[in-house]
Nanobody
């Protein structure tokens, strides 16, 4: 089993930055084996893919809307994956959730590719 807890959300001004964390509990083996995906859901909108990685220990994926602004990274010692979000706009306001899975390539950017989910953390970008 893999248990996930997100943290780091809050209120930020347009153009600001925030760093989200996804802490995974379980064996070190499980942490190495699983890909972590980030998804977000804004009020009145469907949940959408944001970023994911690593896939097969190296590849990273980003939605077109966040490329060049968001960066995913990992801290193996802490069993934690981070999502650095820069140059934020009100369009980034959403509940951000992390998920763990072992997706095939075609499922890396879909919710169906992930088995375990955190509860989410709110990010609000003020205009």
């Amino acid at each position: 089993q893999v248990h996930l807890v997100e943290s780091g959300g809050g209120l930020v001004q347009t153009g600001g930055s925030v760093r989200l964390s996804c802490a995974a509990s379980g064996s070190a083996f499980s942490f190495r084996e699983y890909t972590i995906g980030w998804f977000r859901q804004a009020p009145g909108k469907e949940r959408e893919f944001v970023a994911a990685g690593p896939w097969r220990n190296s590849r990273l994926f980003y939605a077109d809307s966040v490329k060049g602004r968001f960066t995913i990274s990992k801290d193996n010692a802490a069993h934690t994956v981070h999502l650095q979000m820069n140059n934020l706009s009100p369009d980034d306001t959403a509940v951000y959730s992390c998920a763990a899975g072992r997706p095939i390539l075609s499922s890396v950017q879909t919710m169906a590719g992930y088995r375990y989910w955190g509860e989410g953390t709110q990010v609000t970008v003020s205009s």
